[in-house]
Nanobody, 123 residues
């Protein structure tokens, strides 16, 4: 069984930065694609970013492209999301996900999810 735990959320002013981390346990995820989703109050959960098993390919939602960077460290079984130039509309609960397929498929719904970490951006 895969367990995912997010950390690094918090409150920041617009224009600031945060770095989210995801630590996996239960098994090694070096052959899994991993990603981040978010859900704002009253809105549908949405895709943010994803990374293939090797880290050679990354994918971003248009709304975060150029501001967010996803990365992973397979030796440590971790993944990160560096978020820069944050905007109030980035306020949401951010979820770490894992999918046993090595390559990310747009529109996919990963089977493994963390509990989420709150990110609040004030104007």
């Amino acid at each position: 069984q895969v367990q995912l735990v997010e950390s690094g959320g918090g409150r920041v002013q617009a224009g600031g930065s945060l770095r989210l981390s995801c630590t996996a346990s239960g098994r090694t995820l070096r052959t899994y694609a991993m990603g981040w989703f978010r859900q704002a109050p009253g809105k549908e959960r949405e895709f943010v970013a994803a990374i293939t098993w090797s880290g050679s390919s990354t994918y971003y939602a248009d709304s975060v492209k150029g501001r967010f960077t996803i990365s992973r460290d397979n030796a440590k079984n971790t993944m990160a999301l560096q978020m820069n130039s944050l905007k109030p509309e980035d306020t949401a609960v951010y979820y770490c996900t894992a999918d046993p397929t090595p390559f990310w498929k747009p529109g996919s719904s990963p089977p493994y999810w963390g509990q989420g970490t709150q990110v609040t951006v004030s104007s």
